[in-house]
């Protein structure tokens, strides 16, 4: 994982470690520096996984504009499951 801004991130290594965190706090078992840490840490990654969301969203959106320079956005709707 880097922490250069611009720099590519392994969205799913990068979302499974943040789980992992998550279970590591929900544990109780560590210190309250440690916690702090892994909290911090839980941070940093949410925020790299939000930039990787919004990375692909710009390139779906790209990848939809029409040939004139047009776009053509569309509401995403999934389907019901029930």
Known sequence: MSDLPNSPIDFE??????EQQVQ???SGELSLEDSLKAF???V???RQCQQALDA??????LLLAKQDGSFDSQAFTPADND
């Open 13 to 18: 290594a990068t979302l499974k470690a943040l």
């Open 24 to 26: 590591r706090l929900e």
């Open 44 to 46: 940093q990654m949410t």
């Open 40 to 42: 911090e840490a839980g």
């Open 56 to 61: 692909a969203e710009q390139k779906v959106k």
